[in-house]
C-alpha cells in the first residue's frame, strides 16, 4: 500500500505527493497519423480510442434524431436567423427581419453558425438545428479530451458520456436557443485554462480568454459567470512565478475584451437612425441591455421591460419559482440537470481531499477546483437568481458536474483497495440511485418499474463497490459497470424521452411531465400538436382540450377551463385555458406583472384539431396563436393568409407589423419575408415609436398589421408604444380578415363608419 493510500485511510488529509508531470507524447510519424487518431495514446488501452469514436457516433445519432420534428423550434430565433442569411447587415446585428426594424435581445453569435447554415443549404428546419446538434457532439469531444489529460481514457469517458446523456444537455443541443454554443464555449475555455496550468504557456491563457469573449457575444455576462473561480486557480496554481502568472491573466482579459468588444464598439458607435434598435433595452443601447435586463436584473429581478421578476433571495418566492439552495433539486428543476449534483458534490470533497496536499501546481488537483469552482459558482448563482430563470438554463452545470463525476470516479476506482475510497465510491453511487428513485417516482405513471430498477441495481452496486478491492479483477469491473449503469439509468431514459418528442416555443423542458412543479411563467415541451402534459408548474393539467376546447381534459391545477375561462389561472397558478390573458390585477399582457389571482377570461378561445396552448394562445379565428397572447411561440399561419402577405410583397420593406417578436416571426418564417416586431420579445420595448410607425406608413413602407388578439403593449400596459400604434391602426386603416386572421391593410384608409364602430 502506497503512502498516499494509507494517508486517505488515515484521519487526516494525505500527505504530499510531488506535482504531477504531463504524461509524456511522443510525436507519431506523419505517416501514421490516421492510426493514432484511431489508435490513441501509446499509453492508452487499445479500447479508449475506439470507445471515444463509438460514443461520439452515438451522440450524433441521439442528438440527430427526429430533428426536423421540432420544426423551427423557438421562432424568435429561427426569424433571425432567416433574415440574416438574407441581410448581411440583418447577419451582423442579430435583427429579427431584413428590414433591421429591430434585433433580438441578445448578442449575435449564436445565430451565426445557423445564419450561414441556411444561407448555403436554405430555410429548413435541418438547416437551423443541425449545427446546434453538431456543437453538442463537439461538447462532447473537447469535455473527453480535457479530463483525459490529467486523467484515465475511462474518466474522460464516464465524463463524455455524463454529458451527453444529461437530460438538459440533449434537449438544448437540439434547439437553437444561445445555450448550446455558449456551453460549447465554456467547455473549451476550461480547457485551454487547464493545458496553461501544465506549463504556464501564454498562449493557452489567451485562447481562454477568446473563448470567453465570443461566450459573451452569445450570452452576454452569463459567459463571465466562471471567470473569478479560473483566474483564481490559475494565480494560485500556474508552473510560474507570481509576477508573470499576473501579466499572462491581464493578456488573457485583453484578449477576452477584444473578442467580445469589438462588435459592441461597432454597435454603440454605429449611428442610431441606421442601426435596428437594440431589442430588450429601453434607451437602445447594448450597453444598458447587457448591464440591465441581461444582467443585474437577473440577479435581482429589477428587468425593465420584462413580463416579470423574481421575488428575492433566500427562500422567497417569485414569479420564476422559489429561490434556495434547493431550487435546482425541486419538482421542474430536478429531473433536468441534478441526477448527478448530489454524487459531484460528494466527489468533488474527495478529489480535493485526495489532492489537498499536493505541490501548489499539482494539475489533478487544479482541475478539480476547476470544474469544481465553475459549478459551485454556477450552482450558487442560478439557486438564488431572482430574475428571469428556466429549465433550460441548467445546461451551463451539465459540464461541470459530468467532469467532475468522471474525475471523481476514476480517482477512487483507482484507490478502492483503501476502505475510505471504496466507501465513499460506494456513498455516491447509493445516493444517486436513491435520489433518481426520488426523480422518476415525480412521474410516477411513466415506466414505474424504471425507479425500482434503478434503485435495486445501485444500491446492489454499491454494496459490492464497499467490497471491491477483494472481487475479483472482472467481478469488480462487473460491479463498477452496473453502478455507472444504475447511475445513468434516469438521465438515459428521460433523455431518450427527449428527444422523441418535438419541442416549439420560448420556454422548454426535458423529459416526461412531472407533478408539483413550481409557479412561475413557464412553457411546457412546446406544446405539441395533440400533445399532453402542462407546462411545468402547472403540470397536473393536460394542455389538451377536447374538440380544441379547454374541457375535461383541459384542467389544470387551480385553473379549471370551462368555456375559456380560467379562474386563478395565471402563470404559477395553474393551467390558463382560453384565448388570452386578460383579466384583473394587470393580467398579461399589457399590465405588467403576470396574473395574481385575476380571472383570466381568454376570447376566442376555441382551438383547431384538438390543441391546447398556454395559456391558451389562440389568435382570432381560432389559429395557435402562442402561449401568453403570443408571447412564447409563433402561430400558425395558414396558405392563404401567406398568399395575402406575399402580394406585392417586393413593394414594401416590410410585408407587415405585429406586435411582439413572436407574432411576427411566425408570419415571416411563412412568407420568408420581413415581418417589422413592434416591440421586441415582449412587446414592452419602444421601438418603433407612434410617430415612426406613422412615418413608415406614409412612406409606403409597410403592407399589413396583423392584430394579435390582444397582445399589446407588455409591461406597458395600455400607455405602451405597441398599444398606441394599434389603437392608431385600428382607428384609421381598413380592417380585412383572411381565413380568420385579421389584417388591417396600412395602404387604405377606413371608412367613416369603420373609424365609427371602431
Known amino acids: 500500500m502506497t503512502t498516499y493510500d494509507q494517508g486517505f485511510r488515515a484521519a487526516g488529509p494525505p500527505p504530499p505527493t510531488p506535482p504531477a508531470a504531463p504524461p509524456a507524447r511522443p510525436e507519431a510519424p506523419e505517416g501514421s497519423r490516421l492510426a493514432r487518431a484511431w489508435r490513441g495514446r501509446p499509453e492508452d488501452p487499445r479500447w479508449a480510442r475506439p470507445a471515444l469514436w463509438g460514443l461520439l457516433a452515438v451522440t450524433t445519432v441521439l442528438y440527430l434524431w427526429s430533428l426536423g420534428a421540432s420544426g423551427y423550434a423557438n421562432q424568435f430565433y429561427s426569424a ?26 441578445k448578442p449575435p453569435a449564436a445565430l451565426w453558425p445557423m445564419a450561414l447554415s441556411v444561407r448555403v443549404f436554405g430555410l429548413s428546419s435541418w438547416a437551423i438545428l443541425v449545427p446546434e446538434a453538431l456543437m453538442g457532439v463537439a461538447t462532447v469531444g473537447v469535455l473527453y479530451a480535457a479530463v483525459r489529460r490529467r486523467f484515465s481514457a475511462a474518466a474522460g469517458l464516464i465524463a463524455a458520456a455524463t454529458l451527453a446523456v444529461t437530460p438538459v444537455a440533449a434537449l438544448m443541443f437540439r434547439f437553437n436557443n444561445p445555450d448550446a ?12 485554462v487547464l493545458r496553461a496550468l501544465e506549463d504556464a504557456r501564454t498562449k493557452w491563457l489567451v485562447l481562454a480568454g477568446v473563448c470567453f469573449g465570443f461566450g459573451f457575444l452569445t450570452k452576454t455576462l452569463q459567459a463571465w459567470l466562471i471567470l473569478p473561480p479560473l483566474a483564481l486557480v490559475y494565480a494560485v496554481c500556474a508552473p510560474a512565478k507570481l509576477g508573470k502568472r499576473i501579466r499572462q491573466l491581464l493578456f488573457a482579459g485583453l484578449a477576452m475584451v477584444v473578442a467580445g468588444g469589438w462588435w459592441v464598439a461597432i454597435v454603440e458607435l454605429w449611428p442610431k437612425s441606421s442601426r435596428p434598435y437594440i431589442g430588450g433595452s429601453q434607451n437602445n443601447s447594448f450597453l444598458e441591455l447587457t448591464f440591465g435586463y441581461n444582467g443585474l436584473g437577473r440577479i435581482n429581478g429589477n428587468e425593465t421591460g420584462s413580463v416579470g421578476g423574481g421575488g428575492g433571495g433566500g427562500n422567497g418566492g417569485g414569479q420564476w419559482g422559489e429561490t434556495g439552495i434547493d431550487r435546482l ?36 488537483r487544479a482541475a478539480f477546483l476547476v470544474w469544481g469552482g465553475a459549478m459551485l459558482m454556477t450552482f450558487a448563482t442560478f439557486s438564488f437568481m431572482s430574475g428571469i430563470f428556466h429549465q433550460y438554463y441548467n445546461i451551463a452545470l451539465a459540464p461541470y458536474i459530468a467532469a467532475i463525476v468522471g474525475m471523481g470516479a476514476a480517482l477512487l476506482w483507482e484507490r478502492r483497495s483503501t476502505a475510505a475510497a471504496s466507501m465513499v465510491l460506494a456513498a455516491a453511487v447509493a445516493v444517486t440511485a436513491i435520489w433518481s428513485y426520488v426523480l422518476l417516482n415525480r412521474s410516477s405513471d411513466w415506466h414505474p418499474w424504471l425507479r425500482w430498477a434503478v434503485l435495486i441495481a445501485g444500491l446492489a452496486a454499491a454494496a459490492g463497490l464497499l467490497a471491491a478491492a477483494r472481487l475479483g479483477g472482472r467481478l469488480a469491473l462487473g460491479v463498477a459497470g452496473l453502478g455507472l449503469a444504475a447511475s445513468l439509468a434516469g438521465p438515459i431514459a428521460y433523455t431518450l424521452n427527449t428527444v422523441d418528442t418535438p419541442h416549439r416555443g420560448s420556454i422548454i423542458t ?21 400533445g399532453n402534459g402542462g407546462p411545468p408548474g402547472m403540470r ?127 408570419y415571416q418564417l411563412a412568407t420568408e419575408d420581413p415581418v417589422m416586431a413592434i416591440g421586441g420579445f415582449n412587446g414592452s420595448d419602444p421601438s418603433p415609436t407612434l410617430a415612426q410607425f406613422k412615418a413608415y406608413v406614409k412612406q409606403g413602407k409597410i403592407y399589413y398589421f396583423i392584430s394579435s388578439g390582444g397582445m399589446g403593449g407588455g409591461p406597458g400596459g395600455g400607455n405602451g408604444t405597441s398599444s398606441q400604434i394599434s389603437s392608431w391602426v385600428q382607428a384609421n386603416f381598413k380592417k380585412v380578415t383572411v381565413d380568420g386572421t385579421t389584417l388591417y391593410d396600412l395602404t387604405q384608409k377606413a371608412s367613416e363608419s369603420s373609424k365609427t364602430s371602431s
Open 510 to 530: 426535458a423529459g416526461p411531465a412531472v407533478s408539483g412543479g413550481m409557479g412561475g411563467p413557464r412553457g411546457g415541451r412546446g406544446f405539441p400538436d395533440g
Open 181 to 192: 454554443l455558449l456551453c460549447l464555449l465554456m467547455v473549451a475555455a476550461v480547457y485551454c
Open 80 to 105: 433571425a436567423v432567416q433574415a440574416g442569411s438574407e441581410s448581411w447587415k440583418a447577419f451582423f446585428f442579430g435583427s429579427s427581419d431584413a428590414g433591421n426594424s429591430i434585433t433580438v435581445d
Open 540 to 666: 397536473n393539467g393536460n394542455a389538451q382540450g377536447q374538440n380544441g376546447q379547454n374541457g375535461q381534459n383541459g384542467l389544470g391545477q387551480n385553473g379549471q377551463g370551462q368555456n375559456g375561462q380560467g379562474q386563478n389561472g395565471g402563470p404559477g397558478g395553474g393551467m390558463v385555458p382560453g384565448g388570452q390573458l386578460g383579466g384583473q390585477n394587470g393580467g398579461f399582457p399589457g399590465g405588467g406583472r403576470p396574473q395574481q389571482n385575476g380571472n383570466g377570461q381568454g376570447q376566442n378561445g376555441q382551438g383547431q384539431n384538438g390543441q391546447g396552448q398556454m395559456p391558451g394562445g389562440m389568435g382570432e379565428g381560432g389559429r395557435r396563436g402562442g402561449g401568453m397572447g403570443g408571447l412564447l411561440d409563433g402561430p400558425s399561419v395558414s396558405s392563404k393568409v401567406k398568399a395575402a402577405l406575399e402580394k406585392n410583397a417586393g413593394d414594401y420593406t416590410w410585408v407587415a407589423a405585429a406586435i411582439g417578436s413572436q407574432n411576427a416571426a411566425g
Open 329 to 364: 433539486f425541486s419538482s421542474d428543476m430536478g429531473g433536468q440537470i441534478a441526477w448527478l449534483l448530489p454524487a459531484a458534490f460528494i466527489l468533488l470533497l474527495a478529489g480535493i481531499w485526495l489532492t489537498w496536499r499536493a505541490g501548489r501546481t499539482d494539475t489533478q
